[in-house]
């Protein structure tokens, strides 16, 4: 099973995450102008990574 590493947003964890459990992912702004790529998970859970859009995109492309 395939999995990308990302870093969770506000915890600098690492994390390994298998792609064939993302239900979807976007991009978000928080008020204070940090952008994040949110993985919504086929559980319905999510997390926030500060990985880009653009880079997880070519992680689970790849």
């Known amino acids: 099973m395939k999995t990308i590493t990302l870093t969770q ?4 964890i690492i994390v390994k995450v298998l792609v ?3 239900k979807q992912f976007y991009s978000l702004t928080y008020n204070n ?3 994040v790529t ?3 998970f086929i559980d319905g859970k999510e ?7 653009e880079e997880v995109e ?3 492309n790849s």
């Open 9 to 12: 947003s506000g915890h600098e």
């Open 20 to 22: 064939h459990n993302i």
């Open 33 to 35: 102008g940090q952008t």
């Open 38 to 40: 949110v993985i919504e």
């Open 47 to 53: 997390n926030h990574f500060k990985n880009s859009l």
């Open 58 to 60: 070519k992680l689970i």
